[in-house]
């Protein structure tokens, strides 16, 4: 099967979702979420429940296939309809700059949306609306074992990418990220440079 018929495959599937509930349908736009909210997601196994979030695992059955296009690899994940960054920013990244004479500035130093930004405009795969995950998407990602090396994310996935932001905000100065390390989630302050940024984008 060519690589373009493989994507619209994706397409349609993101389409029988919405139809016939057989596809997992998840929020593909960020929210501000409690915790209570965020151990009420749907399609997850909560293994134990904290203070700061949860540990556990996606309850979704994937079918992933690691491409290459336009010389740059993604994971396609035929069950959700989604189309991943196969690894994503080769370092930590925090979701603002640091501050400067104790002021914050404009969205224009959100270092995250910044990164993302740099990705779109050189059409990574050929595509430029790849965004962050939400924490749903990114929820999903989550194996009920180690699977890569240390890691509780499928080896198609590169496992530099150990801790990965969401675009959903806990509060004004946090925002949700996922662990694959010990298979959890926790809210990061915005300053915290221990995350990773792996893209997303709705498959077609």
């Given at each position: ?62 079918d992933y296939e690691l491409m290459t296009i336009k010389g740059d ?132």
């Open positions: 099967m060519k690589v373009r018929d493989k994507v619209n495959v994706v397409f349609i599937l993101a389409i029988l979702s919405v139809f016939s509930g057989c596809v997992p349908d998840l929020r593909s736009s960020h929210e501000k979420l409690s915790v209570y909210q965020v151990q009420s997601i749907p399609n997850i196994s909560i293994t134990k429940e904290e203070v700061w979030g949860f540990c556990g695992h996606s309850t979704i059955v994937h690899k993604v994971v396609i994940d035929y069950s959700t309809g989604l189309m991943w960054h196969q690894s994503g920013s080769e370092e930590h990244i925090s979701w603002l700059s640091e501050k400067f004479f104790g002021l914050e500035y404009s969205s224009r130093w959100h270092k995250v949306e910044g990164w993302i930004k740099e990705l779109n405009e050189r059409k990574y795969a050929g595509y430029s609306d790849w965004r962050l995950p939400t924490l749903e998407e990114a929820v999903s990602l989550l194996e009920s074992s180690k699977k890569n090396n240390d890691l509780y994310i499928d080896p198609l996935f590169s496992d530099k990418q150990r801790w990965i932001w969401t675009a959903d905000k806990y509060s004004a100065g946090a925002v949700w990220a996922v662990t694959f390390d010990y298979g959890g989630v926790d809210s990061y302050g915005v300053h915290s440079r221990g995350n990773y940024v792996r893209p997303v984008r709705t498959g077609g």
